[in-house]
């Protein structure tokens, strides 16, 4: 019998072992689960600094949130009239860093007191806010709110707004990371508007 009908016939009695399968899966393509979370904290080049240092971001994107205009230009929010905030959005991975934490760090580095307005930054596009994207964002938003009406170090009634996410508006390039980018210019702000000096009358010394 020739080889090709014995493999056929051993193939019929079912004696011939199939092929063993491969023992490497495919390569996931898929990526990694993320969220979204967006703050306004006076001016977005400083918020963006804070959220680059956290483990567990991903990205961050200064742009304007929270207005009526479409696509509207730096000059135009900065006039007030639009009603959008300065805004960081924050890409996160919630397996390294949850949003309660996210929230945490917001309120240790604003002045909750402050209306229309943060540090020497003054104007309903200076307010500050969290912009919640679900139900739970929510939730825990206005937990850590009421938690910290009890239990805050300073005086004063928190005026923070927490409202519904709305479209965003990415700022314009030269924005963008811009305490990375123009750091002399960035560090002379930040001193000149006394940001650190309120911070550390609202909250204390930073731990070292």
Not at 94 to 114: C, G, H, M
Not at 117 to 137: L, M, T, V, W
């Amino acid at each position: 019998m020739n080889t090709r009908l014995l493999l056929s016939f051993l193939a019929a009695l079912g004696l011939l072992a199939a092929a063993p399968a491969s023992s490497q899966a495919p390569a996931s393509t898929a990526k990694p689960a993320t969220a979204k979370a967006t703050f306004a904290g006076g001016c977005f080049w400083c918020v963006e600094e804070i959220y680059d240092k956290v483990p567990g971001v991903i990205s961050t994107v200064s742009g304007y949130m929270g207005g009526v205009q479409k696509n509207p230009t730096y000059e135009q929010v900065s006039s007030g009239r639009t009603g959008h905030a300065e805004v960081v959005q924050v890409e996160y991975d919630p397996s390294k860093v949850t949003y309660a934490r996210l929230v945490e760090i917001f309120w240790r580095n604003i002045d909750p007191t402050q209306k229309d307005g943060q540090f020497c930054d003054h104007g309903p596009h200076y307010r500050s806010a969290i912009f919640y994207h679900n139900d739970e964002q929510k939730r825990l938003a206005e937990a850590s709110r009421l938690n910290l009406s009890k239990n805050k170090p300073f005086k004063g009634e928190i005026v923070t707004e927490i409202t519904k996410a709305a479209e965003f508006y990415p700022a314009e390039g030269y924005h963008q990371d811009f305490h990375t980018k123009s750091p002399t210019r960035y560090k002379f702000y930040k001193s000149g508007c006394g940001r650190d000096a309120r911070l550390q009358q609202l909250w204390g010394k930073p731990a070292s």
